[in-house]
T-cell receptor, first 116, second 115 residues
Framework: GNSVTQMEGPVTLSEEAFLTINCTYTATGYPSLFWYVQYPGEGLQLLLKATKADDKGSNKGFEATYRKETTSFHLEKGSVQVSDSAVYFCALSRDAGGTSYGKLTFGQGTILTVHP | NAGVTQTPKFQVLKTGQSMTLQCAQDMNHEYMSWYRQDPGMGLRLIHYSVGAGITDQGEVPNGYNVSRSTTEDFPLRLLSAAPSQTSVYFC??????????????FGSGTRLTVV
């Protein structure tokens, strides 16, 4: 079946540090890949997405590139801010049969804390 | 405001009680789904629907029931609550099975405690 594995957390950084959160996946066919962010006490918001190999998703200074050869979709940001403190989820959209019915498979989430 | 609305935001149940978590969207999305979020486990799919009258089970369906009589509403029913169902529940919707341009839209969640 499909699965998503994220790097272990929590991650604690100082403001302006470089961020990488690793994400690898297992899926049949050609999944769409997502990063969602959850701020304290809120629901999930789409951060960025990519739908095919070598696509780069980007938003709010965050980037991730769809690497089919390494089945990865690592999240990066060059200079984090305190306001980036949140939980980050990597996810894919594809079911085991090779078609997609509006379902997402999530990684376990990575807690990011940024200190001033 | 367009989006996914979940009610209630918080609920405490006693073991064995039943209740319905409500989810409504006003974006005319065909695809809707329910997830539960537990610490260290990410979000896990409970049930999903690809349109009115069509539902199917996800990864963790036991103890939950759904129906989809309209495009807008997708309620989740707990038949006999158990402490293992203590969790945060999220409803999501999309116009496209792969998420489309804007991905999936999530509600703000229902925090359920079963005592």
């Amino acid at each position: 079946g499909n699965s998503v594995t994220q790097m272990e957390g929590p991650v604690t950084l100082s403001e302006e540090a470089f961020l990488t959160i690793n994400c690898t996946y297992t899926a049949t066919g050609y999944p769409s890949l997502f990063w969602y962010v959850q701020y304290p006490g809120e629901g999930l918001q789409l951060l960025l997405k990519a739908t095919k190999a070598d696509d780069k998703g980007s938003n709010k200074g965050f980037e991730a590139t769809y690497r089919k050869e390494t089945t990865s979709f690592h999240l990066e940001k060059g200079s984090v801010q305190v306001s980036d403190s949140a939980v980050y989820f990597c996810a894919l959209s594809r079911d085991a049969g090779g078609t997609s019915y509006g379902k997402l498979t999530f990684g376990q989430g990575t807690i990011l804390t940024v200190h001033p | 405001n367009a989006g996914v609305t979940q009610t209630p935001k918080f609920q405490v149940l006693k073991t064995g009680q039943s209740m319905t978590l409500q989810c409504a969207q006003d974006m005319n999305h065909e695809y809707m789904s329910w997830y539960r979020q537990d610490p260290g486990m990410g979000l896990r799919l409970i049930h999903y629907s690809v349109g009115a009258g069509i539902t199917d089970q996800g990864e963790v369906p036991n103890g939950y029931n759904v129906s989809r009589s309209t495009t807008e509403d997708f309620p989740l029913r707990l038949l006999s609550a158990a402490p293992s169902q203590t969790s945060v529940y999220f409803c999501a919707s999309s116009s496209n099975p792969t998420g489309g341009l804007y991905g999936y839209t999530f509600g703000s969640g229902t925090r359920l405690t079963v005592v």
